[in-house]
């Protein structure tokens, strides 16, 4: 007897594969704090409304062949059509499942936790850390592109020498009925100083505070930095006919976006302030907000310091190109003065970019289109390349940039994320050769699981610039690295964590600089080697 599928029997296996599918495409960060998460659930959100208008389409199709009236001619042949696409969305479903549904793993941390306390409280977190050497046995340096962008390598794996962590609270304070939910954010984090990733024992040295050569103070050194990242206050359920709009003041990673496979937030405003967000307009949603920080080495007159304020303003969740995009605006305005080292008065610039995130079958696709002149052109809250420096630097700077991210799930063993940057940047600065440069660069990171747990990953950079500014003659330059990594994961998923990993990276180089040497080569050599070892997770 053969047995019809029901537009219900069709939705319960396609929700399965909806929702591995979703989970798969959330793409997980650097730091995943509650914020970093909520951006991550919005994206699968997204993911989600695209599975399911194609399931209503499916759902349609079957209803129609079903009130069709079967005949001798076509009956035989409708119904094993059917079965077929049935089954078809039923092994898809089956192929990612178990994968898929790791993507937020691990959460035996606040698993682990007495449920009194955790009442409320979220507990989020990420870690890195390891040990590398290089050629020479020396301690694994970082290594980037003599004139790319800051602390960026051609893909992360294999190339960080640094121990990284933080660790945020969050708790929701309880509401009364019908009134605003209040919750408090605090971030810590901590970081080794320096290049090297060797284990660091807090050291001791003697400090002579009088000059006359007796040792006056002991010091105690660990090497690293205490780091206070986050410390803000949001309250939700204020106005009685739009509970979702979200009032906020602080300090916070606002709305970050950045490219894992290089740890690059091509959109970063975090900083002090406040502001509003989730405003309903119809088509998409409305936040604004009032940032700012301040420059504490660039003292000027009348004991002030060197400010930058912003305004941004996102619309975000816009219906276009088949997806999702964000439209982004912020005008900003830096007070300087005479004091040493700061190179203007005041400067105004602003900055306007274009996020766009597609759905794609068992992935994502992720694009950004950027640009900002004077004291916007770096797209973060901060200013650099400001010291000792003519008055029209900061005046003078500008960036155009574009990037593009993708993720593919292919099976519970194989899958892949491929990125790519495009910077065009005028710093402003009267360098030996110019003041800019064209820099573009490539990365992908296939991986491959022999078992459910045991894998191996390959990750292929390369980083170019039309020239490097700070060498006096004029000419490219291009760095390139391969790495292979064994990795011992919760399973295939490509977010899935933790990893435990043992690596071994080549780098090589052509048309740098003389002095370019990273990494304890001599001036002649052009390649570099690095084998380690490093460990990475979020909660």
């Given amino acids: 007897m053969t047995i019809h599928p029901t537009p219900s029997r069709v939705r319960r296996h396609a929700f399965a594969l909806a929702g591995a599918g979703a989970l798969a495409l959330a793409g997980p960060v650097l730091g995943q704090t509650a914020s970093e998460i909520d951006a991550l659930r919005t994206e699968m959100r997204l993911a989600r409304e695209a599975y399911e208008n194609r399931i209503a389409e499916l759902e349609k ?34 192929e990612n499942s178990d994968a898929l549904n790791e993507v937020f793993a691990p959460n035996f941390v606040a698993e682990g936790l007495p449920k009194d306390a955790t009442r409320n ?128 003041a602080g300090q916070r990673f606002y709305d970050r976006h950045d490219i894992h496979i290089y740890d690059y937030y091509f959109l970063d405003m975090s900083g002090y302030g406040g502001g509003v967000e989730k405003i309903d307009l119809g088509p998409g949603k409305l936040a604004v907000a009032y940032l700012g920080g301040t420059e504490d080495d660039f003292p000027v007159e009348n004991g002030n310091w060197l400010t930058k304020q912003a305004i941004d303003i996102r619309w975000s969740e816009l219906p276009t190109f088949g997806g999702k995009g964000m439209l982004w605006v912020a005008p900003m305005y830096a007070k300087g003065g ?109 991986i491959y699981m022999f078992t459910k747990h045991v894998g191996l990953e390959t990750e292929v950079g390369v980083d170019w610039s039309d020239d490097v500014r700070y060498d006096e003659r004029e000419g490219s330059a291009t760095l390139g690295k391969i790495t292979l990594a064994a990795v011992v994961k919760p399973s295939g998923a490509f977010w899935s964590r933790p990893e435990i990993r043992a690596y071994v990276s080549y780098f090589r180089w052509m048309g740098e600089p003389a002095y370019y040497s990273p990494n304890g080569v001599d001036a002649n050599d052009r390649a570099s080697w690095n084998v380690g070892v490093q460990a990475e997770t979020w909660w």
């Fill in 121 to 248: 409280l979220e507990f989020h977190g990420y870690l890195r850390a390891g040990y590398g050497v290089n050629q020479d046995s020396g301690g694994q340096q970082r290594i980037t592109h003599p004139d790319g962008l800051f602390e960026i390598a051609p893909g992360r794996l294999g190339a960080e020498p640094d121990t990284y962590g933080e660790l945020t609270l969050k708790y929701n304070f309880p509401a009364e009925s019908g009134g605003p939910v209040f919750s408090v954010q605090s971030t810590f984090a901590y970081k080794y100083i320096g290049e090297r990733s060797n284990y660091t024992t807090p050291g001791v040295g003697g400090v002579d505070n009088d000059g006359d050569g007796q040792i006056d103070q002991i010091r105690y050194d660990n090497g690293g930095d205490l780091l206070f990242r986050e410390a803000f206050i949001s309250a939700s359920n204020v106005i009685a006919t739009a509970p979702e709009v979200t009032f906020w």
């Fill in 338 to 446: 005479t004091g040493e080292g700061v190179n203007f008065d005041e400067e105004f610039g602003v900055a306007v970019g274009w996020v766009q995130f597609n759905t794609l079958a068992k992935g994502y696709n992720k694009a950004s289109l950027q640009y900002g002149y004077g004291v916007a052109s770096q797209f973060n809250t901060y200013i650099s390349a400001i010291n000792f420096q003519g008055t029209e630097v900061v005046g003078d700077a500008e960036t155009w940039q574009f990037t593009d991210q993708f993720v593919w799930q292919f099976s519970d063993q194989f899958s892949l994320m491929a990125a790519t940057i495009v910077n065009y940047g005028d710093s402003g600065v009267r360098y030996a050769s110019g003041s800019d440069r064209l820099f573009v660069s490539g990365a992908i990171r296939p």
């Fill in 61 to 94: 199709r079957l209803a129609a062949v079903e009130r069709a009236p079967a005949s001798s001619s076509t009956g035989a042949t409708t119904a094993p059509a059917i079965e077929q696409r049935v089954a078809a969305l039923e092994r898809t479903a089956k």
